[in-house]
């Protein structure tokens, strides 16, 4: 069985940093290519980043492009998202997902229970 | 940037009722459509992908067609646990998601 289980959201005050993690078992982690999506408190879902199985090919939502860096650890199954110059805007549940694919598709068939980024002074 | 939108926003219908939801793209994506379902306080589940193949384990009474710019999610028979809100996904190239559709019991 899939297990995305996120960690590291918390309150930060504008301007500050926040680190994310994923760890992820129950598959062949280095398989899959892996993203983060977001959901503001009572709207809908919004793609923030993505990074291939190899970390070969990233992507980022132009709303946090700049801020934002993604990364993974294959020997550790693990994926990462570090959020830099946090916004009052990025506040949201963060959910780890898993790709269909190796590489970036962005068909989202497995999500962890997701992790609660507060951005408030 | 494609533009995904759904129709409707909300709807209520009654138990057994044929639904149906529509999702149209501001370009032509060809099928790269994928159909989530997201219940109240749970976690976005995928129903279908290449806008007409159901994802493994989703019950047969879901099912999707379109291509191009216009999509339908279709219940053919509406159960209490299908309550939840539904979003389209383009994917394939930067992923945009519609705005969703709050379905509910009348």
């Known amino acids: 069985e899939v297990q995305l289980v996120e960690s590291g959201g918390g309150l930060v005050q504008p301007g500050r940093s926040l680190r994310l993690s994923c760890a992820a078992s129950?598959?062949?982690?280095?398989?899959?290519?892996m993203h983060w999506v977001r959901q503001a408190p009572g709207k809908g879902l919004e793609w923030v980043s993505g990074i291939s199985w190899n970390s070969g090919s990233i992507g980022y939502a132009d709303s946090v492009k700049g801020r934002f860096t993604i990364s993974r650890d294959n020997a550790k199954n693990s994926l990462y998202l570090q959020m830099n110059s946090l916004r009052a805007e990025d506040t949201a549940l963060y959910y780890c997902?898993?790709?269909?694919?190796?590489?970036?598709?962005?068909?989202?068939?497995?999500w962890g229970q997701g992790t609660l980024v507060t951005v408030s002074s | 940037d494609i533009q995904m939108t759904q129709s409707p926003s909300s709807l209520s219908a009654s138990v057994g009722d044929r639904v149906t939801i529509t999702c149209r793209a501001s370009?032509?994506?060809?099928?790269?459509l994928a159909w989530y379902q997201q219940k109240p306080g749970k976690v976005p589940k995928l129903l279908i992908y290449a806008a007409s193949t159901l994802q493994s384990g989703v019950p047969s009474r879901f099912s999707g067609s379109g291509s191009g710019t216009d999509f339908t999610l279709t219940i053919s028979s509406l159960q209490p646990e299908d309550v939840a809100t539904y979003y389209c996904q383009k994917y394939n190239s930067a992923p945009t998601f519609g705005q969703g559709t709050r379905l509910e019991i009348k």
């Open positions: 370009q032509g994506i060809s099928n790269y």
């Open positions: 997902a898993k790709d269909s694919f190796s590489r970036l598709e962005w068909l989202f068939d497995d």
């Open positions: 129950g598959f062949t982690f280095d398989d899959y290519a």
